[in-house]
């Protein structure tokens, strides 16, 4: 059973920072893409940052691009987001994704396989 689990959410001050991981098990996916998506309250889930197979290519969007940073470490089969200077509106709960492809995508019908997600919350 392939299982992705988040970590390293929590409550932050505007300005902070926080390190999320995502640790995968059942299967390696160190031939697939990664990604993060984050969904804030009452809004729709939506693409943050992608990763693909390497590690050598990201892509992110617009509204963390400068601020977050996407890597992986395929030797522990685990992923990670570091973020900056966070802000008040990237308090969401943040899920971690794998798709069949190498290659970054920020289409969230692409990924098959999901996390259970972690809350980050950033007050102002």
């Known amino acids: 059973q392939v299982q992705l689990i988040e970590s390293g959410g929590g409550l932050v001050q505007a300005g902070g920072s926080l390190r999320l991981g995502c640790a995968a098990s059942?299967?390696?996916?160190?031939?697939?893409?990664m990604g993060w998506f984050r969904q804030g309250p009452g809004k729709e889930r939506e693409f943050a940052a992608s990763?693909?197979?390497?590690?050598?290519?990201?892509k992110y969007a617009d509204s963390v691009k400068g601020r977050f940073t996407i890597s992986r470490d395929n030797a522990k089969n685990t992923m990670y987001l570091q973020m900056n200077s966070l802000k008040p509106e990237d308090t969401a709960i943040y899920y971690c994704?794998?798709?069949?492809?190498?290659?970054?995508?920020?289409?969230?019908?692409?990924?098959?396989?999901w996390g259970q997600g972690t809350q980050v919350t950033v007050s102002s």
């Open positions: 994704a794998g798709r069949l492809s190498s290659g970054t995508s920020d289409s969230i019908k692409e990924y098959i396989y």
């Open positions: 059942g299967r390696t996916f160190k031939t697939n893409a």
């Open positions: 990763i693909n197979w390497s590690g050598a290519v990201t």
